[in-house]
């Protein structure tokens, strides 16, 4: 299996969380790739780079986005079809992203928020999460999520064992 991050707006490939989790994803033997999207602050731009960059995935894909990247990988992933979406702080419902709506079309789907969010308001992964019936994970944090790391790790452990064994 490859899990796949796209990293925030303002962050890059190799962020505090995204190597954070990495190190989770290839301890449990997954392959792991992190796309440079620093190149455009245009979310559909980054979107189609990811769809590039994966191309037709070889192996069971599981897609990992945080803020911005959050929306890069959900819209793709009515294309992808990938065993699990994890979403931290996702960009949704925000001026300026074309998709005011995206589908998530994976095996599983989690969203991990912070309550302290001043970037993303916690009542849009909440609205997200009602609608597409996604498990949610509502953390004392801001956007980083940073202050909760472990958290967020032993939250991402937990995905990864869920959708290895396919418990949905």
Same mark, same amino acid.
């Not at 392959?31 to 191309?55: C, E, H, W, Y």
């Not at 793709?76 to 709506?101: C, H, K, T, W």
């Not at 079309?105 to 009542?123: R, S």
């Given at each position: 299996?490859?899990? /796949? @991050?796209?990293?925030?707006?303002? =962050?890059?490939? /190799?962020?505090?969380?995204?190597?954070?989790?990495?190190?989770?994803?290839? +301890?449990?033997? $997954?392959?792991?790739? +992190?796309?440079? $999207?620093?190149?455009?602050?245009?979310?559909?731009?980054?979107?189609?780079?990811?769809?590039?960059?994966?191309?037709?995935? =070889?192996?069971? *894909?599981?897609? %990992?986005? +945080?803020?911005?990247?959050? !929306?890069?990988?959900?819209?793709? +992933? &009515?294309?992808?079809?990938?065993?699990?979406? @994890?979403?931290? #702080?996702? #960009? $949704? !419902?925000?001026?300026? !992203?074309?998709?005011?709506?995206?589908?998530? /079309?994976?095996?599983?789907? #989690?969203? %991990?928020?912070?309550?302290?969010?001043? %970037?993303?308001?916690?009542?849009? #992964?909440?609205?997200?999460?009602?609608?597409?019936?996604?498990?949610?994970?509502?953390?004392?944090?801001?956007?980083?999520?940073? &202050?909760?790391?472990?958290? %967020?790790?032993?939250? $991402? &452990?937990? @995905?990864?064992?869920?959708? *290895?064994?396919?418990?949905?």
């Amino acid at each position: 299996m490859i899990v /796949c @991050f796209a990293h925030g707006k303002e =962050s890059g490939p /190799c962020g505090t969380k995204i190597t954070a989790l990495a190190r989770i994803a290839e +301890s449990l033997g $997954f392959a792991v790739i +992190s796309p440079d $999207f620093t190149d455009s602050m245009n979310p559909d731009i980054r979107v189609q780079k990811l769809l590039k960059t994966i191309g037709t995935p =070889s192996r069971p *894909l599981v897609l %990992v986005g +945080s803020s911005m990247g959050g !929306y890069v990988v959900t819209v793709p +992933s &009515e294309i992808l079809r990938p065993a699990g979406l @994890f979403l931290m #702080a996702p #960009a $949704f !419902y925000l001026p300026g !992203y074309v998709n005011q709506d995206p589908t998530p /079309c994976a095996g599983k789907t #989690a969203i %991990v928020h912070g309550w302290q969010d001043e %970037v993303v308001p916690p009542d849009n #992964a909440i609205r997200f999460a009602r609608q597409h019936r996604a498990e949610l994970h509502l953390l004392d944090a801001g956007h980083t999520l940073n &202050e909760e790391l472990d958290t %967020v790790e032993r939250i $991402f &452990e937990g @995905f990864l064992r869920d959708v *290895l064994t396919g418990a949905h």
